[in-house]
């Protein structure tokens, strides 16, 4: 079986203050990981995806996640974010298989303060 | 980038009813999923479907679930008879062997 848990349902910070989304899975496998972001009455969008290799990775937007294996985790970071980064955000699971489901996080909803 | 088109954008019908979710992937995807969103919140698997057939469903996908897709059309989820629990937002998603692009979200109310 295979889960992920996003312990802060809620996190709020001011612009221009450095941020830390924290995210944790359980999977026996190699997981492929992902940080998707969704806006008010839109769908998802990819911030940033790990499958292997460097354990930090780019996504658009100036963020940036780190996977521990030790740890199992994949937490999400960001220098310094803007009012317009308020959004809901959720780390992914998925299997190395083609076309295999996408397991969610709970999701944490990230308000940014002027 | 690629886009995932779903129709309709809302849906309002009678418990009881049935209604047909309808999405339009990108061209060259060949896996294709339905997610279910309540409350703005969790997000959960439905079903994925590749080659004609679906691969898995979870324990949401109820019996009064089916999808389809024929002749390359649209990627349809069906709900037959509808009950007052599938209110919710249906996501559909498409990819070729990795990331998943995601519609916007069909919202079905059922009264």
């Known amino acids: 079986a295979q889960s992920v848990t996003q312990p802060d349902a809620r996190v709020t910070v001011s612009e221009g203050a450095s941020l830390q989304l924290r995210c944790k899975y359980s999977y026996s496998g190699t997981p492929y990981l992902f940080w998707y972001v969704q806006y008010p009455r839109q769908g998802l969008q990819l911030l940033l995806k790990?499958?292997?290799?460097?354990?930090v990775v780019q996504g658009v937007n100036g963020f940036e996640a780190e996977f521990s294996k030790s740890n199992s985790s994949f937490h999400l970071r960001k220098a310094s974010v803007h009012w317009s980064d308020s959004a809901v955000y959720f780390c992914v699971l998925k299997n190395n298989n083609a076309g295999a489901k996408l397991t969610f996080g709970g999701g944490t909803r990230l308000t940014v303060r002027p | 980038g690629p886009k995932v088109l779903q129709i309709p954008s809302h849906q309002i019908i009678d418990m009881g009813q049935m209604v047909t979710l309808n999405c339009d992937p990108v061209s060259n995807h060949l896996y294709f999923y339905w997610y279910k969103q309540i409350l703005g919140q969790q997000m959960e698997f439905l079903v994925n479907?590749?080659?004609?057939?679906?691969?898995?469903k979870s324990k949401l996908f109820k019996d009064q679930f089916s999808v389809e897709r024929p002749d390359g059309s649209y990627f349809t989820l069906k709900i037959q008879p509808t009950a007052l629990e599938d209110s919710a937002v249906y996501f559909c998603?498409?990819?070729?062997?990795?990331?998943?692009?995601f519609g916007p979200g069909t919202r079905l109310t059922v009264l």
């Open positions: 479907f590749y080659n004609g057939k679906v691969m898995e």
């Open positions: 790990y499958y292997s290799g460097d354990p």
């Open positions: 998603a498409s990819s070729q062997y990795g990331e998943q692009f």
